[in-house]
C-alpha cells in the first residue's frame, strides 16, 4: 500500500488512514460532507467519532489495513 494525495480519498463514508500534517501521524479517518447536522463545511471525522478535522489538516491517505484473522 502507497500513500496517495488526500485529494483521491474516499468520500464514500468508509474509513481509511489519514496522514495528519501537524500531528506527523497517521489516524483512521472518513470524510463527512458539510450536508450533515454536526459539520458545517466539509470535514474528516476520527473512526471513534470523537474528533473532527478541517480537511486540510490531512495531505495523504491509504485504505486501513486488514484485520487480524484470529
Known sequence: ME???IETA???GSFFMGWHKVHKCAIAISF???K???AKN???IEKTKATFWP???F???MPLPKPPES
Request: charged fraction near 25%.
Open 10 to 12: 474516499p468520500r464514500d
Open 59 to 61: 495531505t495523504h491517505w
Open 36 to 38: 450533515n447536522t454536526l
Open 42 to 44: 466539509d470535514i474528516y
Open 32 to 34: 463527512m460532507a458539510g
Open 3 to 5: 500513500w496517495e494525495a
Open 55 to 57: 480537511m486540510e489538516a
